[in-house]
């Protein structure tokens, strides 16, 4: 019998660093995430070198809107609780509908935010996530904003060749924050 194929080795990472994989695609107008997902993504922000970036600086990564099948179909796949997959236990919940995911919330956020200020930037890899926050739900029809605070920016402790940018993101619906993160990100000098 022959063994398995070895998985190529693992290239060193410039941090700690982990990232994940963008699941769906965003416009900057509201449009269903499906339909952004044919749509071409453009860059608002323009910089691409951590120098370029501003303390305080807030970017407007534009909106996405999400639907009742984009919620049902992302849950069966990564997050099947009835709240997410089933509007009848989901009406007997005490969000008393359905609601998206709390991964499914963050994954919208992505491609907006990537779009906007990531897509041509010297970016690496996102290295630490923290103060993820979830205040209130996403339902079917929503239309979320997402922004994105430059918190700050510095030279890496451990490597002079990278830079680390820390965000704030925040996602809205109706001036409600429905999602936040604080985000430190590793950067080409």
């Known amino acids: 019998m022959t063994p398995p194929p070895r998985r190529p080795a693992r290239r060193s990472r410039p941090t700690d660093a982990i990232s994940f994989p963008s699941l769906v695609t965003s416009s900057p107008t ?51 609780l009835g709240i997410h997959t089933d509007p009848d236990a989901a009406a007997a919940s005490p969000f008393g509908g359905l609601v998206a995911s709390g991964i499914h919330t963050f994954a919208l956020t992505q491609p907006p935010v990537v779009e906007h200020f990531y897509r041509d930037s010297e970016l690496i890899a996102a290295g630490h996530l923290e ?55 590793v950067w080409e000098r």
């Open 30 to 80: 509201a449009t269903s995430a499906t339909a952004i997902r044919e749509s071409s993504l453009s860059v608002s922000h323009g910089s691409s070198h951590v120098a370029d970036l501003t303390v305080g600086e807030t970017i407007d990564c534009g909106t996405t809107t999400v639907t009742a099948e984009e919620i049902v179909a992302f849950a069966e796949r990564y997050d099947p």
């Open 131 to 185: 103060e993820v926050r979830l205040p209130a739900p996403v339902r079917p029809g929503d239309t979320l904003a997402v922004s994105l605070e430059v918190v700050d920016t510095r030279m890496s402790a451990s490597n002079p060749r990278r830079g680390v940018v820390t965000t704030h993101r925040t996602a809205t619906v109706d001036d409600e924050t429905v999602f936040s993160l604080r985000n430190h990100t």
